[in-house]
């Protein structure tokens, strides 16, 4: 049962332009949401998160917007840039417990010059 | 301080043959997680370690792992008797205590022939 989707394997987008990517989710005990990017060959690194008291939470050019009701979670990243090609793992957790991650299949995003 | 570590960065091993790899977490990190990738796939549980406590483990931890935190410092995880399907990426993450943000170390990739 996967409980963190991401059904867009992959997006690429013009440098400058926004880029979405997409996360839903089907456990409604879940109140912290994170999204990593991955490069190959190394670990996740964090870029951004939000808690499920928010619907929105913004840093620099990265912002997560939670929408609850839908179980749904975006990442905006505007404007994009050709170093922001890789792959971005949405991930949820429980702040409660052992607050492991149950992450998504990843977005590969590829910001075009 | 150096971020989490981890040791060896790339393992190939003959099916049958035992495999240990290590992880070095943030030195006041209290929480330590180890995940294993595989291709296309997102990070998934794999066991969590309280301090020495381990206090979780996934159905994926077959009793062929098994995984070490002694003093609750350093962390082993051991795979005995390896087979082709173990080969993934293994990942340790540590957090401190209350849950913070995890931090992801490289990755150890292993290669079962």
């Known amino acids: 049962d996967q409980q963190v989707k991401q059904n867009s394997p992959s997006l690429s987008v013009q440098e400058g332009r926004i880029s979405i990517l997409n996360c839903d989710y089907t456990?409604?005990?879940?109140?912290?949401f994170l999204w990593y990017k991955k490069y190959p060959a190394e670990g996740p690194t964090f870029l951004i998160s939000?808690?499920?008291?928010?619907d929105k939470n913004e840093d620099g050019r990265f912002t997560v917007f939670l929408n609850k009701s839908a179980k749904h979670l975006s990442l905006h990243i505007v404007p994009s840039q050709p170093g922001d090609s890789a792959v971005y793992f949405c991930?949820?957790?429980?702040?409660?417990?052992?607050?492991?991650?149950?992450f998504g299949t990843g977005t590969r995003l590829k910001v075009l010059a | 301080d150096t971020g989490v570590s981890q040791n060896p960065r790339h393992k190939i091993t003959k099916r049958g043959q035992n495999v240990t790899f290590r992880c070095d977490p943030i030195?006041?990190?209290?929480?330590l997680y180890w995940y294993r990738q595989t291709l296309g796939q997102g990070p998934e549980f794999l066991t969590y370690?309280?301090?020495?406590?381990?206090?979780?483990k996934s159905r994926l931890l077959s009793d062929r792992f098994s995984a070490e935190r002694p003093k609750g410092s350093f962390s082993t995880l051991e795979i005995q008797r390896t087979e082709q399907g173990d080969s993934a990426m293994y990942l340790c993450?540590?957090?401190?205590?209350?849950?913070?943000?995890?931090?992801f170390g490289p990755g150890t990739r292993l290669t079962v022939t």
């Open positions: 370690f309280q301090n020495e406590a381990q206090l979780e």
């Open positions: 030195s006041e990190h209290n929480r």
């Open positions: 993450a540590s957090s401190p205590d209350r849950g913070g943000l995890g931090y």
């Open positions: 939000i808690s499920s008291i928010k």
């Open positions: 991930a949820a957790s429980r702040t409660s417990g052992t607050y492991k991650y149950i």
């Open positions: 456990n409604s005990m879940f109140d912290y």
